[in-house]
């Protein structure tokens, strides 16, 4: 993947919710020294608490490259975009988006990017040749988040974990397999967009073998029970070859993200589905823990939720991002 110049202003258009800009929302937290202001549109119901910026005032901050940080449902770029997307490339800006519909295929942008000498970076754009998947056993450790539903924190799990592990000075690496992880760390497989026959090969080349007390850390997505995205999850638990997964689940939702007829299933039906997947290529699977994400919740309630669901399932459960991974942790590193 050609570099991609920082500092970031981050364009959240006219986001629907908060949740739509889960992208801007995760650079912002993991790379705070990228994130130097948002753009937003009228109508945008998401704020990062950055600084709001026209774009004259992010580059005279410094931004290099507009960020599209707006994952929204089919990944598109809205046609009310596109001329501040043009006025940015006018401005010396480049371009970075992780949407299914890509920059290269919009043919103002490439004519706008051409004329003003700018670059368009599309980080959803698989630039490996990958294998199918042979289902060999591999040296070295890995955990995989699985989830209740799409968007509950998989990502944010693994990303403290990492934190975590090498705050102990444990060999671990994050494996970003999706747009923002990708945007984050500079590296990863976008997994949604390889053809479906090489996902699972796609993972194991994301997580080769290593040493036998390294730590793949691998990024989660969609969830076994969302009927739009169950595919994709399935290529990590089979890809993966986990050897611990942690369960991840968002308390407050009235129903999965996007699919208004469906209600997430439990903690419960998520540990055993997924277990029995992943003992297909890893009999010696098992599940260490839960990521619950409660930022949606007062702390004394989330407290009582996770002493509950650690006093009903038997297994550590944490906010990882709001109270530590350090449950994770230890439960991993006595595998």
């Known amino acids: 993947m050609a570099m991609i110049e ?21 650079i912002k937290d993991w790379r705070p020294e990228f994130a130097v202001g948002q753009y937003r549109m009228e109508g945008c119901k998401a ?26 449902r089919g990944g598109v770029i809205s046609d009310s975009w ?5 006025d940015a490339l006018a401005e010396g800006f480049d371009l970075a988006s992780g949407l299914h519909n890509l920059l290269r295929d919009e043919p103002v942008l490439v004519e706008a990017a051409a004329r003003f000498g700018r670059k368009l970076h599309d ?31 998989k990502m944010y799990t693994a990303l403290c974990v990492e934190k975590e592990m090498r705050a102990r000075g444990m060999k671990a690496s994050f494996r970003a397999t999706g747009q923002t992880g990708i945007l984050i760390t500079g590296d ?11 996902m699972a090969g796609s993972v194991e080349y994301l997580t080769p073998a290593n040493d036998p007390d390294h ?31 942690v369960i991840c689940h968002e308390p407050t939702r009235a129903h999965m993200r996007g699919l208004p007829d469906y209600t997430l299933p439990t903690l419960e039906q998520v540990r055993d589905a997924a277990l029995l997947l992943a003992r297909v290529a890893n009999p010696a699977c098992v599940a260490v823990g ?27 459960a944490t906010d990882p991002f709001r109270f530590g991974a350090a449950k994770l942790v230890d439960a991993l590193a006595a595998i």
């Open 47 to 72: 704020d990062l608490g950055l600084p709001d910026m026209d774009l004259a005032a992010a580059r005279a901050a410094g931004c290099k490259t507009l960020v599209v940080g707006v994952a929204n």
């Open 123 to 153: 980080v959803r754009v698989p630039e490996v040749e990958y294998p199918i998947a042979n289902g060999k056993k591999r040296t070295g450790k890995r955990m995989l988040a699985v989830g209740t539903d799409c968007s509950v924190g």
């Open 188 to 198: 990863g497989v976008p997994l949604d967009a390889v053809i479906a026959d090489f």
């Open 82 to 86: 596109i001329k501040v997307l043009v």
């Open 290 to 316: 839960y990521a619950i994400n409660t930022q949606h919740m007062p702390e004394t309630e989330a407290q009582a939720y996770l002493a509950d669901v650690e006093a009903r399932l038997g297994l550590p």
């Open 215 to 245: 730590w793949d850390l691998i990024e989660g997505q969609g969830s076994l029970f969302h009927v739009s995205y169950s595919g994709v999850t399935l290529a990590l638990i089979h890809g993966g070859q986990p050897d611990a997964l």
């Open 6 to 26: 920082t500092p970031y202003l981050l364009f959240l258009g006219d986001a629907a919710d908060q949740l739509a800009a889960k992208v801007a929302q995760g």
